[in-house]
């Protein structure tokens, strides 16, 4: 058996466990000989090791066998100068724990705990997007106090507010900035212990403790981290015993003054079914909201993603006005917005053409569909109402004062720009006005536009916080 057959031997168990399964534990394996039917390999960990053996060690003798080589057991050695971690989670076997059982108290402690360390490594290194760090974040007003509090948070430095809760929409950052913080402690604090994970993937570790009967494992494992980041903890809601034990870990984290970083859906006080001492908790350090995209950082992500892609596709033309116009209309959500350019790239590098108006309008008609929103004249005529500080009724009703002529016709102009309403469906939501009338209003604020410099940013300003 040789290195060379070893390779050889690779490419056939790259088809029987598949890519994932290769890519994290086959391909890290490396031969080192072959003595009295064992074959030795070196890994990076023990748990890695502990995995393979456990879970493809019987493909492995296989091929190995039918290779020609006479191979009874497998065996795995850590690697002495392992600086390489897996990058995939698995349970920690009991086995490591075992070997010690005939050791003292403190013998016993520290092999659990090195376990843990085991399957920590493996942790670590796991779900971390690479795409995800604070280069590729664009900052913009309606992230600008979460941005800077996860930067605050990856300096590393002494913990001054904890947890650090991060909650928005769907799609907004909140991963993103997770793993950016994550990225850089590692760069800025490599002795530091950072463990990211979901809440689901809390919940089924906690779970398959329970089922193994090691909780002393997960105890440890999660109580001996610096800085714990649990992603989407809204999922652990009406999860009893799950929420039982985030509460202690939570609890036990602080009281070492351990980081912690939690990121929800909607702010701790409103996720249903989250026990109450859990929000409470949660609600003690920091707290910050990331705002639904306002028009701005939409441009902003979208340039960002653009020199990105001149990488991918050199030859793409972009024709003016097109990236403004998906900012515009595109929803907040910036994983649409971002699918949305991802589509267009490869449609426009499939057909050979430059994107321009007609080809995005052709290629993401679905998206623009779905996106569009159904802004309403009376939503219109109350946010100019709130805007000009008059009541509704005078906005709709007969008065002709200028101080309600002008806010009605910007509204009459809004609502011919915004909506899909005709000149008569406007002018009977208004009290009943003629066609005419609104034809005039929205002439009027044309005009005025061009002229008037507060008229033109009152309009503006209208116009964003409805499509906001
Ligand atoms: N400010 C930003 N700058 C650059 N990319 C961003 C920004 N905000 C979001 N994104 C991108 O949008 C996508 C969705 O972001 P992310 O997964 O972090 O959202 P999320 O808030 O965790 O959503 P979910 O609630 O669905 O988990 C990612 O590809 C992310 O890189």
């Known amino acids: 058996m040789t290195q060379e057959k070893w390779g050889q031997l690779r490419d056939k168990l790259l088809k029987t466990v598949g890519q994932n399964n290769y890519t994290t534990w086959i391909e890290p394996l490396e031969f080192q000989e072959l003595q009295d039917g ?9 748990f890695m090791g502990n995995y393979v053996s456990q879970n493809f060690a019987d493909i492995i003798l296989y091929e190995l066998n039918s290779s020609g080589a006479s191979v009874q057991r497998l065996a795995f050695r850590v690697a002495a100068n392992s600086t390489e971690r897996p990058v995939r989670e698995a349970p920690v076997r009991e086995a490591d724990v075992s070997a010690a059982k005939d050791e003292t108290p403190e013998k016993r402690r520290q092999a659990a705990t090195e376990t843990a360390a085991n399957a920590l ?4 290194a796991a779900p971390l997007d690479s795409r995800f760090t604070f280069d590729s974040f664009v900052v913009g007003k309606p992230n600008e106090l979460a941005h800077a509090a996860a930067r605050r948070v990856a300096e590393g430095g002494p913990v001054t507010f904890n947890p650090l809760v991060l909650y928005g929409g769907v799609g907004l950052g909140k991963t993103h900035l997770m793993h950016a913080i994550a990225w850089e402690l590692k760069a800025r604090r490599p002795d530091l212990n950072v463990l990211y994970l979901s809440a689901e993937q809390f919940m089924y570790r906690f779970v398959q403790a329970l089922r193994e009967r090691r909780m002393m494992d997960f105890k440890h ?6 800085v714990l980041m649990v992603d989407d903890v809204q999922f652990i809601a009406g999860k009893d015993s799950t929420q039982e034990e985030f509460f202690h870990t939570f609890n036990a984290l602080v009281d070492q003054n351990k980081q912690i970083i939690i990121s929800a859906d909607r702010a701790p006080g409103e996720i249903k079914d989250l026990e109450e001492r859990v929000k409470s908790r949660l609600q003690c350090g920091l707290v910050v909201d990331l705002h639904p995209t306002d028009y701005e950082l939409r441009l902003g992500i979208l340039q960002n993603k653009l020199q990105h892609y001149r990488g991918t596709y050199p030859d793409l033309k972009i024709a003016d006005g097109v990236l403004e116009f998906l900012a515009h209309r595109i929803s907040t959500n910036v994983r649409v917005l971002e699918g949305a350019l991802t589509r267009l790239f490869a449609f426009a590098s499939l057909v050979g053409r430059e994107i321009d108006m007609e080809l995005t309008q052709d290629c993401l008609a679905d998206v623009l569909r779905a996106s569009e929103r159904k802004i309403t004249v009376e939503e219109i005529q109350r946010k100019v109402s709130e805007y000009y ?6 906005i709709i009703g007969p ?5 309600y002529a002008r806010p009605r016709q910007v509204a009459m102009y809004l609502a011919k720009q915004l909506t899909s309403r005709s000149l008569p469906e406007i002018g009977r939501r208004f009290g009943g006005r003629d066609h005419t009338t609104v034809m005039h209003g929205v002439k009027r604020i044309e005009e005025l536009k061009l002229t008037d410099g507060q008229i033109a940013e009152d309009v503006e300003m209208l116009r964003r916080s409805l499509e906001a």
């Open 38 to 46: 064992v074959a030795v390999f070196s890994v990076p960990t023990n």
């Open 121 to 124: 490594d493996s942790l670590q």
């Open 221 to 226: 494992l999660f109580r001996s981290v610096d």
């Open 389 to 394: 500080n008059i009541r509704l009724s005078d």
């Open 399 to 403: 008065k002709r004062l200028r101080s």
